[in-house]
Each structure stands twice: as structure tokens, then as C-alpha cells.
């Protein structure tokens, strides 16, 4: 069975086709990245998935379940960290984590351990009992992160989740990751970091203007964009077509940024 399954999806906003019939899947334990230019749709994708958007047309389904059918059902499988920061300002990281607990009706000593561990390894105890209206950038990301992964999630839904992280953070951030999949989790992930794509994702599908241009293995990649030993970076930039504009935009401030 597969844990993701999105089926020729269309979204538009007006005139503007943000999602355009686009499918995969993702299966079981698969940390699967979903990779595009700003403005691509890949939030759009993920919107869908959390049943926070109904699309046009076609349908997409989490451990078989239709978000437009039942959203609160894909909650309680998924941890979702969005794209925008989503908090309560004036809540601490503690009462946010234990509102979240007595909302979901978890186990207090079982949600208490998850937090334990993850502010140790986010070194996240300063924080924890300051408003979140006062912390960082990254210390929200991280608030969020935890948030998500109180309930012990099935599938970890995460749009740009490096993004504003440190160097220590994000290799926390990447063994979390890991370990989630060795305990039997699935992730999607969408980023901008290919580095990050290319280490950590079993599969990547990349979106441009709407469209699923591409997917597979690295090797698969390199496969459908001819072009052999590249690095995801040029696979990327291959199948979005965006080699020669960056040639020529380095051209372009070349001249202009010259004193
Ligand atoms: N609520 C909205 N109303 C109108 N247009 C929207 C809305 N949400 C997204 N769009 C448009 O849909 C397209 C896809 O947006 P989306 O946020 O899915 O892109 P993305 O791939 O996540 O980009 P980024 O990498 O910048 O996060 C963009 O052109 C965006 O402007
Ligand atoms: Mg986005």
C-alpha cells in the first residue's frame, strides 16, 4: 500500500494553474523529496495532502484516507510542519507541547519522554518556557518540529523544514529524520537544498510551473535528463530548464554589478 498516493491533482487559484495533473506515490519507509522552483506548487501538493485545500480535480489519499473526506483522520497519522510558522504567540513551547497532549488525548509520560529527548538534542531548554513571540526564527522551527512529532506520527509531512535551521540543528534535524524511518515512518519532505535532497531522500519528484517534470533515484534522474555523473543540483536545473536562464542571469548581473 502506498502511504502517499496523489492522483492526477489539478489546483488553480483564478487564471493561475498551480497544481496541474500531477501523480506519485510514496511508499512505505521512503523519505521522498519534493523539489522545485518558488512558486513551483510543491506547498500547494502538500496543501492538498493535509486536506487543507480540496483540489479541482483528481484526489489524493494518506494510508488510503481522502483528506476532503476525512482531514482530522490524516491529522492523527501525520505530523505536519508547514511552510509558515503556525503558533501561539503567546503560549511557551511547555504549554503549547501540553495543550497538544491534552487536545489529542495522548499519554502524558509518553509525550513527556519525546520532549525530553528532543529539547536534549535540539539543546532547546533555555527556550522552553519563553514566549514563543520571543524566540528565533530557528527555535519556532524547532518548536514546530516538536509539536509534530509529539503524537509519534506514521508519516511526517515537512515543507522546507531546514530552512532557517543552524548547522547543529539541521544534522539533529537529519538524524530525526533517519530515525523515524528506521522506527517504521515515512516522510515527504519538500526543500530547497539539494545537498540535503541528494543525502537524505530515497526518491525525489520535482514540480516546475505545476508539473511533475521528473522523478526516481538520483540515477534515475540523471537518466531522464541525460546527463550522466551529474549531481541533483544539475539534474535540477536540467529538468526545470533553468540552466540557460542562470547562465545567462550571471551574465546579465555580470555586466550590471560591474563598478
Ligand atoms: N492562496 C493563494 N492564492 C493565489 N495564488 C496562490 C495561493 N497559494 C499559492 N498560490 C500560487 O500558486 C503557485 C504555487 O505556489 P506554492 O506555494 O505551491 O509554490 P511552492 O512550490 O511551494 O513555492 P516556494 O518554493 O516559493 O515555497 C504560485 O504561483 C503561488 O503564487
Ligand atoms: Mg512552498
Known amino acids: ?16 494553474v498551480a497544481v496541474n495533473d500531477v501523480s506519485f ?8 523529496g519534493l523539489l522545485g522552483p518558488n512558486g513551483a506548487g510543491k506547498t500547494t501538493t502538500i496543501k492538498v495532502l493535509m486536506g487543507l485545500l480540496d483540489p479541482d480535480s ?11 473526506d476525512d482531514p482530522i483522520g490524516v491529522k ?18 511547555r504549554e503549547l507541547f501540553n495543550f497538544i497532549t491534552s487536545v489529542r488525548s495522548l499519554s502524558r509520560e509518553k509525550t513527556s519522554k519525546r520532549v ?19 524566540l528565533s526564527h530557528g527555535n519556532k522551527q524547532k518548536t514546530m518540529l516538536i509539536a509534530a512529532l509529539l503524537h509519534a506520527p506514521r508519516l511526517l509531512i515537512l515543507d522546507e523544514p531546514f530552512s532557517g535551521l543552524d548547522v547543529r540543528t539541521s544534522r539533529i534535524m537529519k538524524n530525526i529524520l533517519r530515525i523515524h524511518t528506521d522506527t ?3 516522510i515527504l ?12 531522500c530515497d526518491r525525489v519528484g520535482i514540480i516546475a510551473n505545476g508539473v511533475l517534470v521528473g522523478e526516481g533515484t538520483l540515477d534515475e534522474l540523471r537518466k531522464q535528463s541525460q546527463e550522466e555523473g551529474a549531481t541533483l543540483e544539475e539534474v535540477f536545473l536540467a529538468l526545470t530548464q533553468q540552466e540557460d536562464e542562470v547562465r545567462e542571469g550571471v551574465d546579465i548581473l555580470r555586466e550590471a554589478l560591474t563598478r
Do not use: W
Open 184 to 186: 517504521g515512518g515515512t
Open 25 to 32: 506515490e510514496i511508499r512505505e519507509g521512503e523519505i521522498y
Open 58 to 68: 483528481g484526489f489524493a489519499t494518506v494510508f488510503d484516507i481522502d483528506p476532503q
Open 76 to 93: 492523527n497519522l501525520v505530523g505536519y510542519v508547514p511552510e509558515e510558522e503556525q503558533l501561539y504567540d503567546s503560549l511557551t513551547p
Open 1 to 16: 500500500m502506498a502511504v502517499v498516493s496523489v492522483n492526477r491533482v489539478v489546483k488553480s487559484f483564478g487564471n493561475l
Open 116 to 134: 525530553r529527548g528532543m529539547v536534549k538534542a535540539f539543546n532547546f531548554k533555555d527556550y522552553y518556557d519563553s514566549m514563543i513571540v520571543t
Open 189 to 200: 519532505l519538500s526543500t530547497h537544498v539539494m545537498e540535503v535532497a541528494q543525502g537524505l
